[in-house]
């Protein structure tokens, strides 16, 4: 954490896109909620002062003003201990559901794999669907991994799940070269005499 612990430091923001075309809510929602931005009430949020943090919201006030919404940032610390373990709480349980909802989804691929596997059908087209799976698991981590704040417990699971993917791909992907490499005719050696004419 960037502040001393008794005294943690956040950001509030508060932003309307009333005034602005629908599309600035749109993307005042998708900014926040890609930060991580814990809601208070409507249209006001927290999120941690953290200076790559804190010049994002600026950027994003900056659009607001300019599409004709209203909005504004203001630094502020928690210095109650129980405020700040409920926040945090609040934080991590955000990021948790999020963490969860990757576990929930990797069997899911497991399985395809599994039932492929199970067909015969260990081949390169499968290969690069299960390959364009993983990296959207690995996408997602990362940007959930981004706004974990305060290392929510649920990462270590959902690291683990990706990482099982991986290693379901990579037997995947021994089985499929194998089984390319018996289907390629063998190359000929043998030399047809010269024939005499």
């Known amino acids: ?35 991580g931005a814990h809601y208070l009430q409507q249209s006001v949020c927290l999120l941690p002062a953290r200076e790559p943090i804190e010049q994002q919201v600026r950027r994003l006030l900056a659009r607001v003003h300019t599409d004709g919404g209203t909005g504004q940032v203001l630094r502020i610390e928690v210095v109650d201990p129980s405020d700040q373990a409920a926040l945090i709480e609040q934080f991590n349980a955000a990021r ?21 596997t199970a067909r015969g059908r ?3 087209a499968e290969v690069e669907e299960s390959e364009a799976d993983l990296e959207r698991f690995r996408s997602w981590l990362a940007k959930i ?4 704040y305060f290392q929510a417990s649920g990462r270590a699971g959902a690291e683990a799940a990706v990482e099982r993917c991986a290693e379901a791909l990579a037997a ?4 499929a070269l194998n089984t390319e490499a018996r289907d390629i005719p063998p190359v000929s050696t043998h030399r047809h005499a010269d024939r005499k004419d």
């Open 122 to 124: 260990a081949i390169y």
């Open 96 to 116: 948790d559901g999020e963490y969860a909802e990757v576990v929930e989804r990797t069997p899911a691929m497991l399985d395809e794999i599994a039932t492929e």
């Open 1 to 35: 954490m960037d502040s001393a612990p008794d005294r943690m430091g956040f950001l509030l923001v508060s932003i309307s896109s009333a005034g602005g075309p629908d599309s600035l809510r749109v993307a005042v929602w998708r900014k926040l909620r890609s930060l």
């Open 172 to 175: 995947f992907e021994a089985a």
């Open 145 to 148: 991994n981004a706004r974990d």
